[in-house]
């Protein structure tokens, strides 16, 4: 094939395609590329998942387009080599999503009114949903949570299709005596049990936790994330007030550095 399309920068998706069927060409290709395959390259899509979600979340809009564009490609990645496996291709992917959404969607390409509210088309959403779900014999509660999410992730996810069916505390209270309840199980378990017992008793307190964030309305996920990047902001201003008095964090003490990292919390209250 010419290299026109190659080296056309308005050639769109078709252009992507033939980029990565070029770099798998057995004999042409980039013998990294060859050589990697579903299992290997699952890391990568995750990575550049969480990568856009950043992107995101700092509110990077200039970033956000190649960001997306690392996803893309990911998914053009997967669709390339099953495409070579004789199992589907880009738009066998792109068919069934429209597809999906179209049934997913009756109110707007349906004969379905439109005049619902955002509560009943969720609840329309989750029929739907359920349908597909036993059409592929996932006729149990819990079924079609994928196991590759995020642990934290996963545990709201199935805490949400649980609490559908009834299985949930009516108010916050009762979550809140349970994580009371974990936290003493926890400290029992380290005083007294194996590393496995204790290990059991973080799980059950991480999966409360993930609970009390689902009736505050809250995403751990995101929550995690944002005390995650304040970690970094607040560590990052202690090591520059230590560099300022020619010391580092290898240098110093948790009494001085507790006294900056105090010392930084206390500035950030006064210019919010």
């Known amino acids: 094939m010419s290299d026109d399309l190659i080296n056309d920068p308005k050639g769109g998706m078709p252009r992507l395609v033939e980029i990565m069927r070029r770099l798998r060409d057995p004999k042409t290709g980039c013998p990294w590329d060859i050589e990697q395959n579903f299992s290997t390259i699952a890391p990568y899509t995750i ?55 179209v049934a997913r969607h009756p109110h707007v ?3 379905e009114s439109r005049e619902k509210s955002a509560q009943q088309q ?53 979550v809140l005596d349970k994580l009371i309840e974990e936290s003493r199980e926890l400290i029992e378990a380290r005083d007294q049990m194996t590393q496995d017992a204790v290990e059991d008793e973080m799980g059950d307190l991480l999966f409360v936790l993930a609970n009390l964030a689902r009736h505050m309305g809250v995403d751990p996920e995101q929550a995690l994330r944002r005390t995650n ?44």
């Open 47 to 101: 990575e550049e998942a969480y990568e856009v979600a950043d992107a995101i979340e700092r509110e990077a809009w200039d970033e956000l387009k190649g960001e997306l564009g690392d996803l893309l490609f990911q998914s053009v990645f997967h669709a390339q080599m099953a495409d070579e496996a004789g199992l589907f291709n880009i738009d066998d992917v792109a068919n069934t999503m429209s597809d999906k959404m």
């Open 122 to 174: 969720s609840a329309d959403w989750e029929q739907i949903k359920a349908a597909e779900r036993a059409a592929k014999s996932q006729t149990r509660v819990l079924d079609g949570v994928a196991p590759g999410l995020p642990a934290l992730l996963r545990a709201l996810k199935l805490q949400n299709r649980a609490a559908r069916v009834g299985f949930d505390w009516p108010d916050t209270s009762h």
């Open 229 to 272: 990047q304040k970690f970094i902001r607040r560590f990052n201003a202690v090591e520059d007030a230590l560099t300022a008095k020619g010391s580092s964090p290898a240098q110093s003490d948790l009494a001085e550095m507790d006294t900056l990292w105090n010392a930084v919390k206390a500035a950030e209250k006064i210019s919010d």
């Open 109 to 111: 390409f349906g004969d």
